[in-house]
């Protein structure tokens, strides 16, 4: 039995990560590692949209749109760093996707280090009642 919630899916994400860092290295471009992290979902099977837009609502009423790097499977948002230092912003960012969107997972990648840095993400405040897989 898995011991997170989307275990396998978060796994195939953090394993093409890796493959992508430690083929190219730290010291490109974001874009750079997007379009690679894309093939490599394509390799391992993984649906998934690039820059996929969701609208942000406030007390019931769309006042925006953000653009999650991936959105993996319906149910994951991927936020793709290529950083020296992960800032508390960062996070804060990918954890207010999370809520924006209702999701319950997401992870963000940070490519910009020596090593990939990998961190996974719930939302405390997901609501299962508001929301069933998104299509993509």
Same mark, same amino acid.
């Given at each position: 039995?898995?011991?997170? =919630?989307?275990?396998?899916?978060?796994?195939?994400?953090?394993?093409?990560?890796?493959? @992508?860092?430690?083929?190219?290295?730290?010291? #490109? !471009?974001?874009?750079?590692?997007?379009? $690679?992290?894309?093939?490599? #979902?394509? =390799?391992?099977?993984? !649906?998934?949209?690039?820059? #996929? %837009?969701?609208?942000?609502?406030?007390?019931? &009423? !769309?006042?925006?749109?953000?653009?999650?790097?991936?959105? @993996?499977?319906? @149910?994951?948002? @991927?936020?793709?760093?290529?950083?020296?230092?992960?800032?508390?912003?960062? #996070? %804060? !960012?990918?954890?207010?996707?999370?809520?924006?969107?209702?999701? &319950?997972?997401?992870?963000?990648?940070?490519?910009? $280090?020596?090593?990939?840095?990998?961190?996974?993400?719930? *939302?405390? =405040?997901? *609501?299962?009642?508001?929301? %069933? =897989?998104? %299509?993509?």
């Amino acid at each position: 039995m898995p011991q997170f =919630k989307y275990e396998e899916i978060t796994k195939k994400i953090i394993g093409a990560a890796m493959t @992508v860092h430690s083929t190219l290295g730290n010291g #490109f !471009q974001e874009v750079i590692y997007q379009r $690679a992290v894309e093939i490599e #979902f394509r =390799k391992c099977g993984l !649906q998934f949209v690039r820059e #996929f %837009s969701m609208p942000i609502f406030y007390d019931g &009423e !769309q006042i925006g749109e953000r653009r999650v790097d991936f959105f @993996v499977e319906g @149910v994951i948002s @991927v936020e793709l760093k290529a950083r020296e230092i992960l800032e508390k912003a960062h #996070f %804060s !960012q990918a954890r207010n996707y999370l809520e924006a969107y209702n999701l &319950e997972v997401g992870l963000l990648l940070n490519f910009g $280090a020596v090593s990939l840095e990998y961190k996974r993400l719930e *939302n405390p =405040k997901f *609501n299962p009642n508001l929301t %069933s =897989k998104k %299509s993509i």
